[in-house]
Every structure is written in structure tokens, then in C-alpha cells.
């Protein structure tokens, strides 16, 4: 008997080598329990070993092998080839990002961008490290928990509509992740110097894709309208915090 097969239609590109990225087409097996991340690694290891692509953990984690599916930003780790039918599935890298090589993008604008929020407790009159301990009540957790579940996978950039237009954007992730130590109990800074300008949170025109789009339901749209009204009353009320 044999085995079913879909088309993986996947970007290839070296920049300064070839003029722009072409679709080759790869017959991969078409199995139940196979990620589109399965029929890349196949591509690379039965196929074709020049075929570049980032992955490490394969559990949805590490955030790494983020890539266009069909036209949309997904984990390729988590989405399974059967979700596509007969095919075939077009694989291409990440949008809003300079492509490296095929599937690989730079990450080096969407990591400054991370450590620009000061992505650390801040503590007044304490320098790092922190060695006190600071107790939290359940609901102290809560206020920040789901914003620290990103897995900075950069999905939620590659659906932005403003940050494929504008890279000096600041972004969703980034700025989801200043609110996460925001709101944390132990943090005695706002970030107020980072995200109340224009290419911070009122660069967002609240399209609400990086929500749609993030894997971990970080929800970092709700984290930008949150901050829109702590800089809102921050830039009337000074002496406001948070």
C-alpha cells in the first residue's frame, strides 16, 4: 500500500545570490501525527540538506521555528499538515523580518526591542542581582501571569500590520512584556520612558491580529490599550504611576 503524500511548497531564498524567493515544491508522507515543522525536517533529511530552518524544542516552547503557513504566521511545531487537506501547504518565513537564508529570518531589531523594556525588576535603591525574597499573593500573580507566557516566537510581528510598515514600531511582544513587570507586585518601575510615545503604544491602531495570532493567548493587544490609559493618565497626571 502506499503511503500518502502532500506537496510542501517551501521559500527558498540566499540573499545576494539569488535575485528573489522561489517556490519549490517537496512530496512529503502525509501522516496523522506529523507537523508541517516533521515535513521540513524530512525535506531536510531525505530530500534536500541545504533547506535552512530554525526549530529547537518541538513542544511549542522555545518560540523558534515560527514561520508564514499559508499565508498566516504559525508555530510549525503545532500545526499539523492534515489541517491543510490534499495541500498543498506553502511554507514561507516570517513576515516583517530581512530573511538570512530560506526560512530563516534576523531577530537581532525584535530582540533589541525585548531588553529595550527593561525586562527585569526593577527595584529603587537595589542593584542587581536581587537576592530578597518578595511574597506574593495568588492574585498578585494573576495581574501579570498571562502576559510572562509569551515564548517570544514573534508571530504577533509578523501579523502586525503596523510593524511590517513601520519596524521602528516597538511591538506587541515587547511591549506585552513591559506590562507583564508592570503589573507585577515586586516591580517599582513603568516603563513610561519606553512606551508612551509614538512608536510605542500609540503606534498601535488596535487591529488585534498579534491576539489572533499569538499561540500562548498572551493577548498582547489588551497589554497596548492597557498601557494607552496608564501613559494617557501619566502625560495629564504626572505624578501618577501605573
Known sequence: ????????????????????????????PLRPDWAVLDGLAYVKDRLDGTLSFR??????ICGSCGMTVNGEPRLTCGTFLT??????????????????????????????????????????????????????????LDAYKQYSMCVNCMLCYSA???????????????????QRYNLDSRDMDDRFDVLG????????????????ACPKHVDPAEAIQRYKLTAALRSVLPWSRR
Open 160 to 178: 502586525c500590520p503596523v510593524y511590517v510598515l513601520d519596524p521602528d514600531f516597538l511591538g506587541p511582544a515587547a511591549i506585552a512584556l513591559a
Open 55 to 60: 526549530w529547537s524544542c518541538r513542544m511549542g
Open 83 to 140: 489541517e491543510y487537506g490534499t495541500g498543498p501547504v506553502r511554507v514561507e518565513p516570517l513576515k516583517g523580518f530581512p530573511v538570512i537564508r530560506d526560512l530563516v529570518v534576523d531577530i537581532e531589531d525584535f530582540l533589541a526591542k525585548l531588553s529595550s523594556v527593561r525586562p527585569w525588576l526593577v527595584r529603587e535603591g537595589e542593584e542587581p542581582p536581587l537576592t530578597t525574597e518578595y511574597a506574593q499573593t495568588p492574585a498578585q
Open 1 to 28: 500500500m502506499t503511503e500518502e503524500s502532500i506537496r510542501l511548497e517551501v521559500a527558498r531564498y540566499r540573499p545576494g545570490q539569488d535575485e528573489e524567493p522561489v517556490l519549490v515544491p517537496y512530496e512529503v
Open 197 to 212: 510615545h509614538e512608536d510605542a503604544v500609540w503606534g498601535c491602531t488596535f487591529v488585534g491580529e498579534c491576539t489572533n
